[in-house]
């Protein structure tokens, strides 16, 4: 593959250098330094984030990669309704499909935080974009329903972790129950 070429700076003219500077030679040699710095940027590659590249254009696709027999999938982390933890593995829910994977919850909830999955419980992580409805429970726990109607139980320790599902709470409150 051939590399891109990046165009060398135009040297600094004479003129500018013994300080005679002119106007015709110092335009000359700043448009010359914008050029090459624009060059540059250009070829430099894909802007570098917190998470690796970002790709320009999609930026709201955020792929992860599983292997899963053998082979390496390919998954959109918005597709992913919850990760539950079974024994050292966790199991990738959503819609459609499951995939176990030999990864400890704690690693994978590490990865996913930043991306929208918050803790309900200390097996179990849920994509916040996923959750339609939390019900109070007795004991100050919390039933938690993700679309597909499955329902999962929120923990109380876990409870503050609901208040990051919504950028507006009105009239409600988790600390305390509303009655019907």
Not at 137 to 151: A, D, F, H, Q, T
């Amino acid at each position: 593959m051939n590399s891109p070429q990046t165009w060398p700076a135009a040297p600094m003219p004479p003129a500018i250098e013994e300080g005679r500077d002119s106007d015709h030679a110092s335009d000359h040699y700043r448009a010359s330094r914008i050029m090459a710095q624009d060059v540059e940027q250009r070829t430099a590659g894909p802007a570098k984030g917190p998470q690796g590249p970002q790709i320009p254009g999609r930026a709201g696709l955020v792929r992860v990669a599983i292997k899963v027999n053998g082979k390496i999938l390919f998954i959109h982390l918005a597709d992913i309704v919850s990760v539950q933890a079974k024994g050292k593995c966790v199991w990738l829910r959503s819609n459609a499909h499951s995939y176990l994977l030999r990864e400890s919850i704690s690693a994978v909830a590490e990865k996913f935080e930043s991306h929208g999955f918050i803790r309900i419980h200390r097996s179990v992580l849920v994509n916040s974009s996923s959750v339609e409805e939390i019900r109070p429970l007795p004991g100050g726990e919390y039933c938690l329903r993700v679309k597909g109607g499955k329902e999962y139980t929120v923990s109380r320790t876990c409870k503050k972790n609901l208040k990051t599902l919504a950028e507006l709470w009105i009239g409600a409150s988790l600390c305390s129950p509303v009655s019907s």
